[in-house]
């Protein structure tokens, strides 16, 4: 497929007879990788299916999403900046995603449009695949807006020790912790929030992490939203730094570096999460039919 071509970022499923459609929308589009994931998974589970690209104007994402669907789409990936779109095009929101407050996975059934959320399933396997124990362990969250909304969910139903959520200003972290506060409570998790500058007083923070997620964009603009003295007191050589953002070793991994913690950037998220929309879409008997893992060394080679 050639990103460059502007069919290619307008899939009509009607184009594609005997196939199943999907595709991924997105403003841009062009750079997803989820194209390619998806064409493993299809050849993997040897599905009749193709996968392509949507890209619609700002603010007509449900017009762009309708005409796929009635044209006889299957199922959309949905990423920046139209998951709070889907979310309201959806008729039914899962339990999920109605708690990450953004869909990025919608179908077709019975005549509905479903919406699910699969961001924080992903990233929960991808840690699980590396190894990550998360049951009993102290975990924290930086960044207090979407992407950290989308996780927290199934990291608390891990039961962790705790979750940390540290934003630059507190009333957004606050705001998350009262509402995933029955969750935590359900699944005996202590739950709290901090600014950013609280992570550099060893009296606030009083104890280093056993893994530390960077949802914040920071990554984006190789920038990170710690400081030196926050690094110092929460990592030591037996954390795990993990960036959402993926395809570069982001200056968040490299403070961790420096303190002697393992990485990981988020393209195994991307590839789990996507996974787990094929099985949504396709069925869960085929999860295994296929490799995520083996995606993952594809796309990293």
């Known amino acids: 497929m050639n990103p460059d071509n502007s069919s ?3 899939t009509d499923p009607s184009q594609y007879p005997g196939l199943d459609v ?3 929308a997105g403003n841009p589009i062009s750079h997803s990788k989820s194209p390619l994931i998806h064409e ?3 050849k993997q589970a040897k599905q009749a299916m193709y996968y392509g690209r949507l890209q619609p104007e700002l603010g007509s994402f449900a017009q ?5 669907f009635a044209a006889g789409g299957k199922g959309l990936n949905v990423t920046v900046p139209f998951k709070l779109d889907a979310q309201a095009l959806a008729a039914v929101v899962s339990p999920r995603a109605q708690l990450a407050g953004a869909v990025n996975t919608l179908w077709c059934e019975d005549g509905k ?11 929960v396997r991808d840690l699980l695949a590396q190894g990550i124990a998360l049951h009993s362990a102290r975990i924290l969250l930086l960044g207090a807006g979407g992407a950290a909304r989308g996780v927290i969910g199934p990291l608390l139903e891990r039961s962790p020790k705790c979750i940390v959520i540290a934003n630059r200003s507190p009333a957004k972290a606050d705001e998350l912790v009262k509402l995933f506060a029955n969750l935590a409570a359900a699944n005996e998790v202590s739950l709290e929030s901090r600014t950013l500058a609280d992570l550099e007083d060893s009296e606030k923070s009083p104890y280093p992490f056993e893994l530390v997620i960077n949802a914040t964009a920071a990554g984006l603009s190789d920038a990170s939203p710690l400081s030196r003295l926050a690094v110092n007191n929460i990592f030591t050589p037996s954390s795990f730094a993990y960036d959402m953002v993926y395809g570069k070793t982001t200056a968040f ?4 570096l420096q303190r002697g913690a393992r990485i990981s950037d988020g ?3 991307l590839v789990e999460q996507a996974a787990d929309a094929f099985l949504l879409w396709r069925g869960a008997q085929l999860a295994s039919a296929i ?3 083996a995606v993952l060394s594809q796309l990293r080679s």
Do not use: K, W
């Open 253 to 256: 991994m490299q403070q961790a």
């Open 64 to 68: 762009a999403a309708n005409t796929f």
């Open 267 to 269: 393209l195994g998220m």
């Open 40 to 42: 493993q998974f299809a």
């Open 113 to 123: 449009i479903i919406g699910d959320n699969t961001d924080g399933a992903g990233l």
């Open 22 to 24: 999907y595709a991924v």
């Open 291 to 293: 490799d995520p893992r």
């Open 8 to 10: 290619d970022l307008h």
